[in-house]
């Protein structure tokens, strides 16, 4: 393995390698119990990004596939353990015309709610906003010309994702506690 990426809560770089971790990483860990298991801290690897923006340290979600694109968690947990804050670039940079420095572009910067709302107040979106979108463009899609039977079903999982999101919130309504950091099981 040859991944090289920067930790969002120590701000150090690391290589994976394939040998047992036998130092801490930090204070936080003892050795053999690090959080960069397996991997190896390394000097900043010239022409990398540094992963940040406006001083935000960044983490990679790996998802799916990193064909064209990448998701970038710019935040650390919060309330209930989530994060907020992602943002979607390009895996490959382009030249800056002025600079000649490489960057990625950017294609979605995403702000989901921090906090309850009954606490907080509306301050970003929800996840049922991200699959609502998801599910209007694949029915976009079945009235299409790209009608198919892996977006029927893909239809039908997002539905069923909304449906499980739904009844947790009236979970969350019937008990009189949506909107705190209550949990409602």
């Known amino acids: 393995m040859n991944e090289i990426y920067q930790y969002d809560l120590c701000d150090r770089w690391f290589r994976k390698q394939d040998a047992p971790l036998t130092a801490s990483c930090c204070i936080i860990h003892e050795p053999g119990e690090c959080c960069?298991?397996?991997?190896?801290?390394?000097?900043n690897p010239g022409g990398r990004p540094t992963d940040k923006i406006g001083g935000r340290k960044m983490?990679?979600?790996?998802?799916?596939?990193?064909?064209?694109?990448?998701?970038?968690?710019?935040d650390a947990p919060g309330p209930g353990n989530a994060y907020?804050?992602?943002e979607v670039q390009d895996i490959k940079p382009t030249k800056n015309p002025e600079t000649g420095e490489e960057v990625y572009k950017t294609y979605a910067n995403i702000s989901f709610q921090y906090g309850p709302i009954g606490i907080?107040?509306?301050?970003?979106?929800?996840?049922?906003?991200?699959l609502n979108i998801v599910l209007h463009?694949?029915?976009?899609?079945?009235?299409?010309d790209f009608r198919c039977r892996e977006n029927a079903i893909a239809i039908t999982k997002v539905?069923?994702?909304?449906?499980?999101?739904n009844k947790r919130t009236q979970a969350r309504i019937d008990?009189?506690?949506e909107g705190t950091n209550v949990n409602h099981e």
């Open 36 to 43: 960069h298991f397996q991997e190896v801290e390394i000097d």
């Open 175 to 177: 008990k009189g506690i």
């Open 120 to 130: 907080s107040g509306v301050n970003g979106i929800h996840q049922e906003d991200l």
């Open 137 to 144: 463009r694949l029915q976009s899609f079945q009235s299409g």
């Open 84 to 86: 907020h804050e992602y």
């Open 59 to 74: 983490e990679r979600v790996k998802m799916g596939t990193s064909k064209f694109t990448e998701i970038l968690v710019l």
């Open 159 to 165: 539905e069923e994702a909304l449906m499980w999101l």
